[in-house]
């Protein structure tokens, strides 16, 4: 087994660290990788402490670099290393046991270059520490969601290959050199980046306001080399000393909503103290950082790209996307669809996948398609009639273009109607079709991975945040309404509605986070382990109805649902309604219009309502539905059942308006 793991040579450099060096090297030699399989290079890098005296107490290599440099240092260390894998840490930082193990996972890949770990605050009593943990100003993960991903040098380790392919550390950068060689892999070396959060380094964290603003503004002149010597991959105002000024200027404005922001933070659960402190330090911070910026880039305006670098920077170029454990792109040959294999099936379904997508790409040339829902996470069900097999999982695709929404439907529909007469899918068809600046700017997200398109449209995804636990919530609502409609499909629809309102309660605990803390949301598998993993906050019982819903769904053996608990179902929905906050703002306003003036938390009241109406294992009571607001208008002489099926309807048409999306289904063909 020890065979198959890389020799690995870890480089620590030091620069007059005697105090943390001693701690950091007690943790690389208790590491639980095997011993004779790594071992560990310290670059003394021109120290005037006792730092050479430290290192000689531990049975490791001891090198020098008199030139100053952090970057010179690492240079030095993977110029005295033979290993295929060169690691590297921070003198004053603490690697978790089991680090150099994790890191390395997934070295079997040969696309991926760059294995990235965690980095984590040490435990501290000070608010400025406390601070910088609570804002994740020093996670990998942060970086590597930014538009352009990067990583430090803190936790992390590359294929001897990669200094080969995009050079070794850039010596002329004071700071920010671990961001520079990241992005170059990626870009010119054709490596792709592996992230594990189990490869934990502990790092002290600044612990007085001097020192945490002295830092970032190294950082702001570590970004502004950046800037500068990857011009060609940013906007090009991002390389305006104007731009920071006016957003310094800004910031010392944003002061007026001091009361707001501090009252949000307490909210939030934080601490008087803390929620107090903190907005105060958020604008300290970021003048910190754009006056580094500021210093750091050329007067006058941004510089314009040579001919040269135009064509250096060749737009036909794909940047290997990060590997988040939710890799962001869909291998269609060899990803899995569907939960129980069917290869038929699963044959049929690629195929028209690939015929889809090309038939889109040709209607809209510039576009790039998302492959979301059951399929791309390889829970798609299907279901055997005889010697039929149909799929039960819709094609849900999401076509992100620069083209308005309106040409581009219009092209998508005129494309794709003659095809799906000809040929029919297999199963029913959903496209959702984004503008690309809503993507951007982050006011629509979406999770699933790319299918087909320019893959480096994927910078955009890590950063999303997670999508509205209340339209999960609605969701979940109607599913449980309309769970008496098809008597035949009754433990179906109420699992799907308990499973829904699982992952809104999930989604709002992610709300404003990453996509990495909320993409896995999209898997049932995912909700029941989290569930379980939360069963204080759902409770025993709602915990265990959400693992027998999952359990159902997947086709476990367990007892369905009987009709006769819908009063309980009900209830159990209404408890976790509870625990998700409404939604607010002006985009939740626009998004109200949008529905026929009926916000959400409406929406639900009235599915709630509805599905009260219907007496345990009869009828619906014709009382509760005459009394239901939206009965108003309907014709009269109509049974109860009729009645209830109608007012579902029409709220399912409120609830599933989306003007942005168009559906191909299998019984009616096109419908808006």
């Known amino acids: 087994m020890s065979a198959s793991l890389p020799m690995v040579c870890v480089v620590v450099p030091a620069l007059n660290e005697a105090g943390h ?50 970057a ?32 390395v996972e997934g070295w079997e890949d040969p696309d991926i270059g760059c294995f990235v770990g965690e980095i984590a605050g040490a435990p501290s009593d000070r608010l400025i520490a406390q601070y910088v943990e609570d804002r994740k100003l020093i996670s990998q993960r942060q970086l590597l969601a930014a538009m352009i991903p990067v990583a430090a040098t803190g936790s992390i380790a590359f294929r001897r290959q990669v200094f080969s392919s995009a050079g070794p550390f850039d010596e002329t950068f004071r700071y920010g050199e671990d961001a520079d060689l990241t992005w170059r892999l990626q870009k010119w070396g054709g490596f792709g980046i592996r992230y594990n959060p189990r490869a934990l380094v502990l790092h002290p964290n600044p612990d007085s306001l001097i020192r945490l603003l002295r830092r970032t503004r190294h950082e702001g002149l570590g970004l502004a080399a950046f800037h500068l010597r990857h011009a060609d991959d940013i906007r090009r105002s991002q390389i305006s000393r104007a731009r920071y000024r006016r957003a310094m200027l800004k910031a010392v404005l944003g002061l007026s909503a001091y009361p707001l922001r501090a009252l949000k933070e307490k909210r939030r659960g934080l601490p008087l103290r803390q929620a107090l ?9 970021s003048l910190a950082l754009m006056s580094g910026i500021t210093s750091g880039l050329p007067p006058g305006p941004p510089p314009t790209l040579s001919p040269a ?11 290997p996307a990060v590997d988040y454990r939710d890799r962001l792109i869909h291998t269609l040959t060899r990803d899995p669809l569907f939960l129980r294999p069917c290869e038929p099936l699963t ?16 209607a809209v040339p510039d576009a790039s398609i998302l492959l979301t829902g059951s399929l ?9 009639t005889g010697n039929v097999t149909t799929c039960q999982s819709d094609y849900d695709l999401v076509v992100l273009s620069a083209l308005p929404p309106g040409f581009g439907l219009r092209a998508i529909r005129r494309r794709m109607r003659p095809l799906l007469e000809r040929h029919p899918a297999s199963a029913d068809l959903d496209i959702a079709y984004v503008w690309q600046p809503f993507l951007q700017r982050g006011w629509i997200t979406t999770g699933g991975r790319l299918l087909a398109g320019d893959p480096r449209r994927t910078v955009w995804l890590p950063g999303l945040p997670a999508p509205r636990s209340s339209s999960a919530m609605t969701r979940a609502f109607l599913s449980l309404a309309g769970a008496h409609l098809a008597p035949g499909q009754y433990p179906d629809k109420v699992s799907k509605a308990l499973v829904q309102a699982a992952q809104a309660v999930l989604l709002d605990l992610c709300r404003g986070r990453p996509r990495k803390e909320w993409v896995g949301l999209l898997s049932r598998e995912v909700i029941r382990k989290r569930v379980l993993d ?14 027998r819903a999952v359990a159902w769904l997947n086709g476990e053996p367990c007892s369905p649902w009987p009709a006769e608990e819908h009063a309980r179902r009900l209830d159990t929905l209404r408890q976790m309604r509870a625990r998700i906050r409404p939604p607010t703002g002006w985009l939740q306003g626009v998004r109200s219009l949008a529905h026929h003036a009926r916000s959400e938390p409406q929406l639900i009241d009235s599915l709630c309502a509805l599905s009260a109406c219907w007496i345990t294992g009869g009828a619906p009571d014709a009382g509760r ?5 939206e009965t108003r208008g309907c014709p009269a002489g109509r049974n109860p059942v009729e009645s209830y099926r109608l007012l579902h309807d029409r709220l399912a048409k409120t609830v599933q308006f989306y003007p942005h999306k168009i559906r191909w289904t299998r019984k009616n063909g096109f419908i808006l």
């Open 21 to 70: 060096l001693e701690a950091c090297l007690n943790a690389l030699l208790e590491q639980d990788y095997p011993r004779d399989r790594y071992h560990i290079v310290v670059v003394d890098n021109a120290s005037t402490d006792d730092t050479a005296a430290r290192i000689a107490r531990h049975p490791v290599t001891r090198i020098t670099e008199p030139v100053r440099g952090v």
């Open 534 to 547: 939360h069963t204080e906050m759902f409770g025993r019982e709602t915990a265990a109805d959400v693992a």
């Open 625 to 629: 539905l005459n009394a239901l607001p």
């Open 72 to 103: 010179r240092a690492r240079n030095a260390g993977v110029a005295a290393s033979r290993e295929e894998c060169i690691a590297f840490t921070d003198a004053d930082c603490i690697p978790c046991p089991h680090w150099l193990s994790s890191l």
């Open 277 to 285: 402190t903190f907005p105060l330090i958020d604008k300290l911070h």
């Open 309 to 319: 670098r135009r064509e250096a920077a060749d737009p036909a170029m794909t940047c």
């Open 376 to 384: 791309s996470v390889g829970e798609g069900s299907w279901r055997q």
């Open 347 to 362: 044959d049929q379904v690629r195929r028209e996948l690939e015929t889809l997508s090309l038939e889109i790409l040709t």
